[in-house]
């Protein structure tokens, strides 16, 4: 038994997303904890809890609201990461790999949202 959410790509990939984003953060400095750190935490986290909450509804109009919530989430986390590029929280590096990631996860929520009838 499950529920259906746990069976979309989109909320499995949002899952690793949100960890891989929690791992980086940590390696923020401490006077960041209650801004930077906090903020691109949350963002990252409502990718997955969005998609999740918008499975659940139903009615298709409220499965597209939920994902677009999910994409904003999402640009919110590429512009924190932005952020802590420009600070030097995150090496050049680090920045690309998590980039390509969140454009790989936009790609896939807006999809998958383009196909819900």
């Known amino acids: 038994m499950s529920f259906k959410f746990e069976k979309l790509n989109i909320w499995q990939k949002a899952m690793e997303f949100g960890e891989d984003i929690h791992k980086t953060s940590k390696k923020f400095p401490k006077e960041e904890l209650f801004n930077l750190t906090s903020q691109i935490r949350r963002a990252a986290d409502s990718i997955a809890l969005n998609i999740s909450e918008g499975s659940i509804g139903q009615s298709n109009p409220e499965l597209q ?22 600070r030097r929280y995150i090496t050049d590096e680090t920045f690309q790999e998590l980039y390509n990631e969140s454009f790989h996860l936009m790609n896939m929520i807006i999809a998958f949202k383009k196909n819900i009838r």
């Open 65 to 86: 609201k939920f994902m677009g919530y999910s994409i904003r989430s999402l640009a919110e986390v590429v512009t924190c990461l932005y952020k802590a590029k420009l």
